[in-house]
């Protein structure tokens, strides 16, 4: 179950701290802000499910924060309670003004509070519910040139077998270096570059729709070219959070294909993704990496708690690391392992056919839908 969390904004360091305990008791997720334009910076970095938002703050009020919030594309949609020792009715109609959802006025009991905040919760839920259909995974490696996109081109492909009557669309979210084209045979690649070509504000969900391609199998594909990184127009956060919301709104499961970088438009698509698949190599060194990742997940307000993780073995070993180590190291779930199969893979690339579909009951179809099964139970 996903850990919802709250940003909460005073420069009253006391305040901070006993709000903080008496979300935290309730098993929410605390992100801290002393100022405005603190609070402005961890809003669009976080992306919390709520905000709890003092009116009186040296730098900015309240007002010009929450007005900022409801204009920046990313946290236009964040609940705001405004908690604050501002009484009258014209402060109460200024915060509502400002983009304010509810406004609580201190001192107040800690039931009500709660009471309050898990009503915005439960009514962001029920919006997004009406609005947002899609399961969002991000397939994420720790060392390039593993198989990342070998098992999600494979997971995508088997999903749609085994789910025939879902929406599922593979995402390239990558500005260049693509190969999913390649693996399915598919030459309109290039997409997602098409799309960044055009002004931010021009982007609807009918010109994201059609630079998807549909292949043989029903699944849908937003290709990115195989042209090394950096030769075209960049990708960013704002385009990531944009292309997404309207893959969110037409499909069950979307799949991310990210590249191995920890950039602003790859940390956005992990926040908004409800479960991250980290891969990794199965020796000391991929371990280590793996462990430097989900740090790094935790750092930047990722959240490794949405992180699983698949081991690809590309050779044969005499010794391999096995789940219980995984498991016990990196304090994740390890879905599985997928063998090596090198003659399965050079056949795949010789005739552009995935594996899953060259051997349906092979042991690496039966790992593929592991993942499968991992994805699809949590919905």
Same mark, same amino acid.
Do not use: W
């Given at each position: 179950?996903?850990?919802?969390?709250?940003?909460?904004v005073?420069?009253?360091?006391?305040?901070l701290?006993?709000?903080?305990?008496?979300?935290e008791?309730?098993?929410y997720?605390?992100?801290?802000?002393?100022?405005g334009?603190?609070?402005?910076?961890?809003?669009?970095?976080?992306?919390?499910?709520?905000?709890?938002?003092?009116?009186?703050?040296?730098d900015?009020?309240?007002?010009?924060?929450?007005?900022?919030?409801r204009?920046?594309?990313?946290?236009?949609?964040?609940?705001? @309670?405004?908690?604050?020792? /501002?009484? +009258? %009715?014209?402060?109460?109609i200024?915060?509502?003004?400002? #983009?304010?959802?509810?406004? =609580?006025?201190?001192?107040?009991?800690?039931?009500?509070?709660?009471?309050?905040?898990?009503?915005l919760?439960?009514r962001?839920?029920?919006?997004?519910?009406?609005?947002?259909?899609?399961?969002?995974?991000?397939?994420?490696?720790?060392?390039?040139?593993?198989?990342?996109?070998?098992?999600?081109?494979?997971?995508?492909l088997?999903?749609?077998?085994?789910?025939?009557?879902k929406?599922?669309?593979?995402v390239?979210?990558?500005?260049?270096?693509?190969?999913?084209?390649?693996?399915?045979?598919?030459?309109?690649?290039?997409?997602?570059?098409?799309?960044?070509?055009?002004? @931010?504000?021009?982007?609807? /969900?009918? +010109? %994201?729709?059609?630079?998807i391609?549909r292949?043989?199998? #029903?699944?849908?594909v937003? =290709?990115?070219?195989?042209?090394p990184?950096?030769?075209?127009?960049?990708?960013?956060k704002?385009?990531?959070?944009?292309i997404?919301?309207?893959?969110?709104?037409?499909?069950?499961?979307?799949l991310?294909?990210?590249?191995?970088?920890?950039?602003?438009?790859?940390?956005?698509?992990?926040?908004?993704?409800?479960?991250?698949?980290?891969?990794?190599?199965?020796?000391?060194?991929?371990?280590?990496?793996?462990?430097?990742?989900?740090?790094?997940?935790?750092?930047?307000?990722?959240?490794?708690?949405?992180?699983?993780?698949?081991?690809?073995?590309?050779?044969p070993?005499?010794?391999?690391?096995?789940?219980?180590?995984?498991?016990?190291k990196?304090?994740?779930?390890?879905?599985? #392992?997928?063998?090596?199969?090198?003659?399965?893979?050079?056949?795949?690339?010789q005739?552009?056919?995935?594996?899953?579909?060259?051997?349906?009951?092979?042991l690496?179809?039966?790992?593929?839908r592991?993942?499968?099964?991992?994805i699809?139970?949590?919905?």
């Amino acid at each position: 179950m996903t850990v919802q969390q709250v940003l909460i904004v005073d420069d009253d360091v006391e305040a901070l701290r006993l709000v903080g305990i008496m979300l935290e008791r309730k098993g929410y997720a605390i992100v801290a802000a002393a100022s405005g334009r603190q609070a402005l910076e961890k809003a669009v970095e976080t992306q919390p499910d709520l905000i709890i938002l003092d009116v009186m703050m040296p730098d900015m009020d309240g007002y010009q924060v929450a007005g900022q919030l409801r204009r920046h594309p990313t946290t236009e949609n964040i609940p705001i @309670l405004m908690f604050t020792a /501002k009484t +009258t %009715v014209n402060d109460k109609i200024a915060g509502f003004q400002a #983009g304010a959802d509810d406004y =609580l006025t201190k001192p107040i009991h800690p039931a009500e509070l709660i009471t309050r905040v898990e009503a915005l919760l439960q009514r962001k839920t029920r919006i997004n519910a009406d609005t947002e259909r899609g399961y969002i995974t991000g397939f994420l490696p720790t060392k390039g040139g593993i198989g990342t996109t070998t098992l999600i081109v494979n997971t995508a492909l088997e999903m749609k077998h085994m789910y025939a009557e879902k929406q599922v669309v593979l995402v390239e979210l990558r500005e260049g270096s693509g190969t999913i084209g390649i693996q399915l045979g598919i030459t309109a690649a290039g997409g997602l570059q098409k799309l960044l070509e055009r002004p @931010l504000a021009s982007l609807t /969900k009918d +010109t %994201v729709t059609e630079h998807i391609v549909r292949h043989s199998s #029903g699944l849908h594909v937003l =290709l990115s070219k195989i042209t090394p990184r950096g030769m075209g127009p960049q990708l960013t956060k704002d385009h990531v959070r944009t292309i997404l919301r309207y893959l969110n709104t037409d499909y069950d499961y979307i799949l991310l294909d990210l590249p191995l970088a920890m950039d602003e438009a790859t940390s956005e698509a992990l926040r908004m993704a409800h479960e991250i698949i980290v891969t990794l190599d199965p020796n000391p060194i991929g371990m280590t990496m793996a462990q430097e990742m989900l740090e790094v997940l935790d750092r930047q307000s990722i959240g490794a708690h949405k992180a699983r993780v698949v081991l690809i073995n590309r050779i044969p070993a005499i010794s391999s690391i096995n789940r219980n180590t995984v498991e016990q190291k990196l304090q994740r779930e390890m879905i599985c #392992g997928i063998p090596p199969a090198p003659d399965l893979a050079h056949e795949s690339a010789q005739t552009g056919r995935p594996m899953v579909a060259i051997q349906p009951q092979g042991l690496i179809s039966q790992q593929v839908r592991l993942v499968v099964q991992s994805i699809t139970k949590t919905i």
